[in-house]
């Protein structure tokens, strides 16, 4: 079947192959133990620093040491000391991790690829990274750049050799998990242009908008099968706590911005509302809404329970009531007197902290995260990650 559709001045002809989903009508929960496990060939992710990684390091220069210690042992383009969820997505399917699409020297696309840059926003921002920190590469460019990988993938791949290895084969990309993990970014956004909470909150349709249009240009090039984090309780993060509660002050019983929590969950029910119409739009697709939030708000409320400590601290920082200072980033280093001085290092253990540099969560973190999700007690519908190309009607 050919669709043709428009992606800014281009018309682009897809043949679509559909193939079979199976629609599960009865409980997901008692048929998954009876489905044959999902043979995705393929991750393409898509999102913000969550999930980068390497691209942002790609595009301006390597996240420092000693981002990278505690798996790889160096900085490996992850905001973070280690693993990502998406690496553990990766691993758990018997995936390589994803390389990022940007990153032109060691790459391997023979599996997938990710479009994800730290910094990232649904919206554009109309802005350069180095005013506002928000990356040039929004939602709609990644799409974009999915769109010409694919096109061009596919004319080398067709070419063998070397080519034959180090990119997916066409059929990969109708079978490929396709995960998303982004928005965070545009609300936190609109609070450091200086809106209020209601202003913020009014421009999540938009926003939702804009990732639906998203979603349609993957699926109308082939990809049925998606994977969805909603958004974390930003409220809860070192940089956020330490830059905006001076103008919304007001904390729950963990130390957590009570109106940017709320604008969290109000951004995951109009995403999960988002998602269900999306069901009904795309009847071909399998779409699974991950609730990342309440467990990222979990192992913050009862770290020590998980056997974490100082949830609401950055590991890697420089001082302040949340080791952290929006100057003086993680690896941040001066020169004194000759000699060369880190001003913001890894703490002592960083396996038994939540947060990594005030903005992301550590290897220790995410792995936690991961095991909570990969199951299905945390999605809709309540099917494990191995399981989700598979379809369910109401």
Not at 66 to 84: H, K
Not at 96 to 123: M, Q
Not at 238 to 264: I, Q
Request: overall charge neutral; charged content about 15%.
């Amino acid at each position: 079947m050919i669709y043709r559709y428009r992606i800014g001045y281009t018309i682009f002809s897809v043949e679509i192959v559909l193939l079979p989903i199976l629609l599960l009508t009865s409980s997901p929960a008692a048929a998954a133990t009876s489905l044959k496990a999902c043979a995705f060939p393929a991750i393409f992710n898509f999102g913000d620093s969550n999930s980068d990684t390497g691209g942002l390091s790609a595009a301006f220069g390597p996240a420092p040491a000693p981002n990278g210690e505690t798996f790889f042992g160096r900085p490996s383009g992850r905001y973070s000391d280690g693993r990502l969820i998406v690496d553990f997505i990766a691993e758990s399917l018997g995936l390589p991790l994803l390389s990022a699409y940007l990153n032109s020297i060691g790459t391997n696309f023979s599996h997938g690829a990710n479009f994800a840059t730290a910094g990232s926003t649904i919206r554009r921002q109309n802005t350069t990274l180095f005013q506002s920190g928000y990356s040039p590469f929004s939602l709609d460019v990644q799409t974009w750049q999915f769109t010409q990988f694919k096109s061009r993938s596919q004319f080398f791949y067709s070419q063998g050799g070397i080519f034959g290895d180090l990119l997916p084969s066409e059929d990969f990309f109708s079978k490929a998990l396709y995960t998303f993990d982004i928005g965070q970014n545009d609300l936190t956004a609109g609070y450091f242009l200086g809106m209020t909470t209601e202003e913020v909150k009014a421009n999540i349709p938009d926003i939702l908008d804009q990732f639906t249009i998203a979603i349609k240009s993957i699926y109308w090039q082939g990809g049925r099968y998606f994977w969805i984090h909603n958004t974390g309780p930003f409220g809860c993060l070192p940089y956020v706590l330490d830059r905006l509660t001076l103008r919304a002050p007001e904390v729950d019983d963990k130390g957590c911005g009570v109106p940017f929590n709320e604008v969290a969950q109000l951004f995951n029910s109009m995403l999960n509302d988002t998602v269900i119409q999306l069901r009904k739009d795309l009847p071909l697709a399998s779409f699974t809404y991950v609730d990342i939030y309440s467990n990222k708000y979990r192992l913050i409320s009862y770290a020590k329970k998980y056997g974490f400590e100082h949830p609401l601290m950055a590991c890697c920082g420089h001082g302040g009531a949340y080791n952290y200072n929006k100057t003086i980033g993680c690896g941040s280093k001066t020169v004194v007197n000759g000699t060369e001085i880190v001003l913001a290092n890894s703490c002592k253990e960083p396996l038994k902290r939540v947060n990594w540099d005030g903005v992301h969560y550590t290897e220790a973190a995410n792995k936690w995260i991961f095991d909570q999700i990969s199951e299905g007690t945390f999605s809709d519908p309540h099917l494990p990650l191995r399981m989700a190309c598979y379809n369910q009607t109401a």
